[in-house]
């Protein structure tokens, strides 16, 4: 029984530790303030950055949308300029009226859909002469020219086109091959 009466006549002990601080209000208030004010800097952020990206991608559909039917339309273009490629300079010269007429056609043809994709942002890609770029060129062969630098563009087989900073198609281009690495910069003077 003795330890009966040892137990009743503890008194708990009370953990000050585990009691609940006291929060002043005002300062509760501030750091939810603060919270608030937090969240809704970073949601207008969030929504500027979104305008912006949805604004770029508008652009982007507006300027490349076409890129597919362009694509297309290079084909029949090309169709057109072999046409006329092939046919003799003495054919065209002894031509009737009639054959005569359809050459006409053909060129104009040509030329107008020339005109209607560079309207629409589609421009040839100048390759001749230049410094292969694998992004824009497609080498088809070497040509061995020790007098120009190697790596430059000597033939253009088949002209690349661009719309905007994207190519539709590499210009397909024959390359030199054994000449000096990079064209010189400087005459240099051996007189010295």
């Not at 919270?35 to 500027?48: C, G, S």
């Not at 661009?162 to 030199?176: K, T």
């Amino acid at each position: 029984m003795s330890d009966e009466n040892a137990s009743q006549d503890e008194t708990p002990e009370i953990d000050i530790a585990a009691a609940e601080p006291v929060i002043d209000p005002v300062e509760a208030l501030r750091a939810e303030n603060a919270e608030l004010k937090d969240r809704v800097l970073r949601t207008v952020a969030e929504m500027e950055n979104l305008r912006k990206r949805t604004e770029r991608e508008v652009a982007d559909t507006r300027s490349y949308a076409i890129s597919g039917f362009a694509r297309d339309m290079l084909s029949a273009t090309d169709a057109l300029s072999r046409a006329l490629m092939v046919l003799p300079a003495d054919a065209r010269e002894n031509a009737d009226a009639t054959t005569t007429s359809l050459i006409e056609g053909i060129e104009m043809t040509e030329r107008e859909m020339q005109r209607l994709l560079a309207k629409h942002g589609v421009k040839p890609i100048e390759a001749e002469g230049q410094k292969f770029d694998p992004h824009r060129h497609q080498a088809m062969f070497e040509v061995p020219d020790p007098t120009r630098p190697e790596g430059t563009v000597v033939q253009v087989v088949q002209t690349g086109y661009a719309i905007g900073d994207r190519v539709l198609r590499p210009a397909m281009v024959g390359v030199a091959k054994g000449g000096p690495t990079q064209a010189p910069d400087v005459a240099i003077d051996k007189s010295v």
